[in-house]
């Protein structure tokens, strides 16, 4: 029997892609032939991911991300309020305009994970909720563009959600996001 492929960026985008396709499927099955990856292929990386998130003597998430992604493309030190932080970046092939970022507290603690716009990179013009098209911006550029909002839950840990009002027709909505990158656009409420 071969041991497995080692895991590397090619399947931790299909990780990424496995949760996204929940809300996109045709753009995920676009994004899998350009990384010319099977199905079968796409359920074997989230499988193994999940076993190295489950694994009882398995490495820290920070050191996990490093094996699996190498080193950092940047790192920078934050302030979050009294606490410090370093926000670690990856660029991943398929998303060459953003970056994976990872925010760890002392210790290496892992307090957030997702897609960022990649410094010097432009991001989309969002004037109303008819500029919002999936996979076109991250979870901050939405909070910019449509502030104030207010952060919701989301339906699984690799999800967020954000309440806002469209400026051009006063009406509420929901944006939801997967691993911090725009999916959908959903009926809000007063």
Avoid: K
């Amino acid at each position: 029997m071969t041991a497995p492929a080692p895991f590397g960026p090619l399947q931790f985008q299909l990780v990424l892609l496995r949760r996204m396709a929940d809300h996109q499927p045709d753009l995920v099955e676009d994004a899998r032939h350009e990384l010319s990856a099977s199905l079968a292929e796409m359920r074997e990386a989230n499988r193994r991911w999940q076993a190295m998130l489950r694994a009882p003597r398995g490495r820290g998430a920070l050191r996990r991300y490093r094996s699996v992604l190498g080193e950092p493309e940047s790192s920078v030190r934050r302030r979050v309020g009294d606490l410090e932080c370093d926000a670690l970046r990856w660029p991943l092939p398929l998303w060459p305009g953003l970056r994976f970022e990872v925010t760890a507290g002392p210790g290496g603690a892992v307090w957030n994970e997702w897609l960022v716009r990649a410094p010097g990179a432009p991001g989309p013009e969002l004037g109303g909720v008819r500029d919002l098209r999936p996979w076109s911006c991250t979870v901050d550029e939405v909070a910019r563009a449509f502030a104030p909002v207010r952060p919701m839950e989301g339906s699984a840990p690799t999800r967020w959600a954000l309440a806002l009002t469209d400026p051009a027709d006063h009406r509420p909505y929901v944006a939801e996001f997967t691993w911090g990158l725009f999916q959908r656009l959903l009926p809000g409420t007063l």
